[in-house]
């Protein structure tokens, strides 16, 4: 029997990929019979370690096969290669994209190895056959985020997991992929999947696609799953996905915390008011005021503003700023004159009262009522939408 190998050892240390840089110098064996193998690396042939003719080498198919995929698989995972796992959506338990999947027609998913090592936080050491609590795993992947134990994934040739050992992961919470391989001609491997658990990574998938506009939710699942999707009456889907999309965004915005969707930054600045009546002046910093002062200086009048160490500030402009900020503040509130005379007996307006100022509640209560009713206004437009309008 020809034994082609995709790894070897290198001097009985290392082991190495046919697809890694080779040394001249060195020498490889085989992993199982320990005999030397050549590294044939021609234009027309696979790429293969090769044993010498007559070789004793017992080593099955089934053995070799596991064997290759499990280091293919850890190759990837040391040099950042990506791979895509195909995870069929009836996989995905107890998550709310289910129906988003459903309603696409989608039957699988395009899982990337490169998304996993990102979300997890890939930490160095990864390694084939590792013990795992009592298990010995086929490749471990050390991770930052989500797991103590890592990431784990298991090749299946001719064995899936016994259920002892599927207990024990679901016990711990350990995240896991269990793959079937399939060999290529370039010594690479495809995985199908057959069983998965990474509940971590779906949940943050399914806060993705709330905090993405609808738009750019369906157009972007839709681009990324196109080759999987099977649509009879895409208008009609099209029209549905929207719907149930804006449903999910308006009860994850509307009826859970409301401030966690808006930004501090704009929450900040849809509370503030700025009095700046000549616009073409540069701002070079901001500082907080604690009060205000108004002086003779010389043979001037003028107002200064303090700030937290008592500084005090010329307001340039003082005319200006002030009429600039009672309009605003007339504007936005009830505001009443308070009319008198001044010392020099004219009679003007001496003071303002401004009436009704925002209680923070029920600011945020009418804030919200607004929301709903854009919410409504747009869901309402989705329905009336004819099925043969044009694509946006």
């Known amino acids: 029997m020809s034994i082609k190998l995709a790894v070897a050892l290198e001097d009985n240390k290392y082991v190495r990929h046919i697809k ?3 040394s001249k110098s060195s020498i490889y064996t085989c992993p199982f019979c320990r005999e030397e193998v050549i590294a044939r690396k021609g234009s027309e042939r696979q790429h293969h370690f090769s044993h010498a003719p007559g070789t004793n080498c017992t080593a099955s198919e089934e053995t070799i096969l596991h064997y290759n995929a499990k ?13 895509t796992f195909n995870v069929p959506t009836e996989m995905i338990k107890d998550s709310r994209i289910t129906p988003i999947f459903d309603s696409l027609g989608l039957r699988k998913y395009p899982l990337s190895l490169a998304a996993l090592i990102d979300f997890y936080g890939k930490s160095n050491g990864s390694c084939v056959e590792k013990a795992i609590g009592p298990y010995i795993v086929d490749v471990h992947m050390p991770v930052k985020m989500h797991s103590s134990f890592g990431v784990i994934f298991e090749i299946v040739v001719t064995h899936e997991m016994e259920q002892e050992k599927l207990n024990w992961l ?7 992929l269990e793959l079937s391989p399939v060999e290529r001609s370039d010594n690479s491997f495809d995985f199908d999947m057959l069983r998965i658990n990474i509940p971590h990574y779906f949940n943050r998938m399914e806060n993705n696609f709330v905090t993405n506009s609808i738009v750019n939710f369906y157009d972007e699942i839709y681009s990324q799953l196109k080759d999987y999707i099977e649509v009879d009456h895409k208008k009609k889907q099209e029209k549905d996905l929207k719907i149930k999309a804006w449903d999910w965004v308006t009860e994850k915005i509307l009826y859970g915390n409301l401030r966690y969707w808006v930004p501090e930054e ?4 849809m509370k503030s008011l700025t009095i700046r009546p000549f616009k073409d002046l540069a701002i070079t910093n901001t500082k907080t005021m604690h009060g205000a ?3 003779r200086v010389k043979e001037h009048r003028m107002v200064f503003a303090v700030d937290d160490s008592d500084h005090e500030n010329l307001v340039l402009n003082d005319k200006n700023v002030l009429e600039e900020l009672l309009h605003k503040l007339a ?3 009830p505001t009443e004159m308070l009319m008198g005379k001044g010392i020099n007996g004219r009679e003007g307006v001496v003071g ?4 009704n100022l925002i209680d923070p509640i029920t600011y945020e209560k009418e804030w919200q009522d607004h929301m709903k009713e854009f919410f409504l206004t747009v869901r309402n ?3 009336k939408q004819e099925n043969n309008e044009d694509d946006e």
């Open 20 to 22: 890694d840089r080779l």
């Open 71 to 83: 280091h293919y698989l850890l190759y990837c995972i040391k040099n950042a290669i990506d791979i």
């Open 170 to 176: 679901h016990q711990y919470g350990v995240p896991y």
């Open 266 to 269: 704009a929450q900040k600045q």
């Open 293 to 295: 002062a108004y002086k």
């Open 331 to 333: 504007v936005a509130y």
């Open 352 to 355: 303002f009262k401004f009436l």
């Open 381 to 383: 437009r989705l329905e």
